[in-house]
T-cell receptor, first 110, second 114 residues
Framework: EAQVTQNPRYLITVTGKKLTVTCSQNMNHEYMSWYRQDPGLGLRQIYYSMNVEVTDKGDVPEGYKVSRKEKRNFPLILESPSPNQTSLYFC?????????FGPGTRLTVL | AQSVTQPDIHITVSEGASLELRCNYSYGATPYLFWYVQSPGQGLQLLLKYFSGDTLVQGIKGFEAEFKRSQSSFNLRKPSVHWSDAAEYFCAVARGSTLGRLYFGRGTQLTVWP
């Protein structure tokens, strides 16, 4: 089944404790992205990747890192999480402009 | 810079009534346009997309949208709403040269009264 998977689905952590949210797609798509969704703000793109080892900033990259060492994986790294990064995060892979979204990761930073 | 505006934060309609959700974008050239739906507690599902050609596009679940270049709009319509259509709807735009770079509107929450 074609899909985008994210782990974990739910995470509660404390300020400053490094964390990684994994994302994997099995559709061999070149483009992948990370978004955060906050009430009243819609989805905002954090980072996107056009292919292996090629990434670029989106609208809200501050406080986040990404890497794309393999085509299928695109992890999101929060080196020192802060409470303002509490949000719902979506990974997506893209083919011909259509975004295929993962199920989301709800992150709470205390 | 590109932006997407969904003027209506919340819309309430009765079941069986027609629906129109508005979306305006700012971008010089012809954009790639999308509508996504998010049901409560769920991820996002593509309803329809416009890349080129016929300006009236059909999507899933009986939705359609019309691209109007002169008005920079891409409004979503449905002739008869069902209770299961209650969800949040997002309009999004991308440039042809960077399809991975997508800009979303803030969303319109749809409530359907029985």
């Amino acid at each position: 089944e074609a899909q985008v998977t994210q782990n974990p689905r739910y995470l509660i952590t404390v300020t400053g404790k490094k964390l990684t949210v994994t994302c994997s797609q099995n559709m061999n798509h070149e483009y992948m992205s990370w978004y955060r969704q906050d009430p009243g703000l819609g989805l905002r793109q954090i980072y996107y990747s056009m292919n292996v080892e090629v990434t670029d900033k989106g609208d809200v990259p501050e406080g986040y890192k990404v890497s794309r060492k393999e085509k299928r994986n695109f992890p999101l790294i929060l080196e020192s999480p802060s409470p303002n990064q509490t949000s719902l995060y979506f990974c997506a892979s893209t083919k011909q402009g259509e975004q295929f979204f993962g199920p989301g990761t709800r992150l709470t930073v205390l | 810079a590109q932006s997407v505006t969904q003027p209506d934060i919340h819309i309430t309609v009765s079941e069986g009534a027609s629906l129109e959700l508005r979306c305006n974008y700012s971008y010089g050239a012809t954009p790639y346009l999308f509508w996504y739906v998010q049901s409560p507690g769920q991820g996002l599902q593509l309803l329809l997309k416009y890349f080129s050609g016929d300006t009236l596009v059909q999507g899933i679940k009986g939705f359609e949208a019309e691209f109007k270049r002169s008005q920079s709009s891409f409004n979503l319509r449905k002739p008869s709403v069902h209770w299961s259509d209650a969800a949040e709807y997002f309009c999004a735009v991308a440039r042809g040269s960077t399809l991975g770079r997508l800009y979303f509107g803030r969303g319109t929450q749809l409530t359907v009264w029985p």
